[in-house]
Structures are given as C-alpha cells and as structure tokens.
C-alpha cells in the first residue's frame, strides 16, 4: 500500500486530468502532493523520493497551467506529467535512493533490508518502473511531435488516444504486474540467504569460542522452529568503546528449518 500512497499525486492527477478543467487537476494533484509530503513529516518517516518529487512536479505543472494557452496544455500537460514523475525517478536510482527501496524497507528486519537479494530485487523493480515511466513519456510526446493539432481531449484520432492514454497506461499496468510477479521469482530459498549480524566475545576468545559463541548468538535471532548453519565471522573483532576486554565480531549465517 505504500507504493500507492507515493503515485497518489499523479494517480489524482491522470484520472481528472481531461475530465476537469487543467487548473483544477493540477491544483488538485499538488495539494494531494503536498499533503503526501506532510502527513510523511509528521509520521517522522524518512523523505521517500516520490514525495518530494511530486510536489515539485506539480508546483511546475501549476506554473506552466496558470502561464500558458490551452491549446499548449492540450498538447503537452500529458507527456510533462509523465516526463516529472520518469526525471523523479531516474534521478533517485542514480544517486542510490531507488524509490522502490525506499517503500519495501518499511517493517522488514535489518537482516533482509542488508541482504543482497533485497538490494538486487528493489533495484531491478525501480528500473522497470523507471523504464515504463520513460515510456509512457515517449509515447506522450509523439502526437504533439508529429500532429501539431494533437489534443489529450481527441477521442476520434487513432495517434492521439493511442499514445495519449492506451499505450503509457499500459505501461503502467505491466509494470505494476511485474512488481507483484517478480519478487517471488527473484528471492532465493530462504536457506540461501545469508544473514549479517554481530557478537560480542572476549578480547582473548579463541576461534573455537569465537564460532560457538557466532553460532548461539545467530540462533537467538532466527527464533524458535529455525536454526542457523554455515555461521562465519570476520577477521577482525573491534573493541568496545570503554572496554578493552571485549570486542565486537561480524558474523554470517544462513537459517532453515530446525532439524527434529
């Protein structure tokens, strides 16, 4: 549901966009944007980029609708609208802060937000959408491009409709399909993932004690009904800060089903 809330804007946007007048589907949209971004502020959850995204897309789109003709926003509020929200998020997965990430950390465990399936899964969901968001502004663009004419409210010409609504939405469609199909096919077997963590040992603990002590401290963190197997620790333990005489270990573990 919290992918849902961050399309909240555009989705407000592209259902009265042509069924409203511009002025009232922008403003509309960008109190649905700003309203997103507080209610994330007040709930002290951490700046999504689509929230932050969507109130300057429309604060641009509000510009542009109180500036220009009619016949410009016929043409061009559409592929603008899909431009913003394809610019929010390119630039979020290019500076590490993909936005799909960005939703599927909430309520997961440290251990899978750090896993290398979950980076790799939300990383390859963020590039499908950005691709279907880059899409659907190519489409967009064409019938303003190619028909001077070109009209989002034009039900009768095949180019406008078709690259208007049909093509971008289905777009939008796939993607939100594959978003539920792929994960599922994407996650390994539980027993393949491997977990990070960190234990405490004596300064002077050997490796012995060192792997006995990895192995009880990972167990209590699966829980009942699970063990954990192929424990490792690192090289290296740190001493804690105002006691020499113990360190801080990093370890790995993978979990199954506890043996009967």
């Known amino acids: 549901m919290g992918i849902i809330f961050g399309f909240a804007p555009w989705i407000v946007y592209w259902v009265l966009v042509g069924n ?88 997961q465990p440290k251990e899978v937000i750090e896993s290398e399936p979950f980076a790799r899964i939300t990383s390859a969901l963020t590039w499908i959408w950005i691709a279907a968001f880059g899409g659907m502004t190519v489409s967009s663009a064409i019938p303003p491009l190619v028909q001077g004419d070109a009209t989002i409210l034009d039900t009768r010409t095949p180019l406008s409709f078709l690259c208007y609504w049909v093509v971008p939405f289905s777009l939008l469609g796939v993607a939100a399909l594959l978003t539920r199909i792929l994960p599922d096919r994407m996650l390994p077997p539980e027993e393949e993932i491997v977990r990070k963590t960190t234990f405490v040992a004596f300064a002077e603990a050997e490796i012995d004690q060192l792997i006995y002590l990895a192995t009880e401290h990972a167990n209590r963190e699966v829980g009942a009904g699970k063990e954990a197997y192929d424990v490792r620790i690192g090289s290296k333990g740190v001493p804690l800060v105002g006691d020499d005489t113990r360190e801080s270990w990093p370890s790995t573990y993978k979990v199954r089903e506890r043996k009967r």
């Open 20 to 107: 409203v007048p511009f002025h009232a589907a922008v403003l509309i949209a960008l109190a649905v944007a700003v309203a997103a971004f507080v209610a994330a502020r007040v709930a002290r959850s951490p700046g999504r980029t689509l929230e932050i995204g969507a109130v300057a897309t429309f604060l641009v789109l509000t510009a542009l609708t109180f500036t220009m003709s009619s016949a410009f926003m016929e043409r061009w509020l559409q592929p603008l609208s899909n431009a913003g929200i394809f610019l929010v998020a390119l630039v979020g997965a290019l500076v590490g802060r993909p936005f799909v990430r960005e939703f599927a950390v909430v309520g």
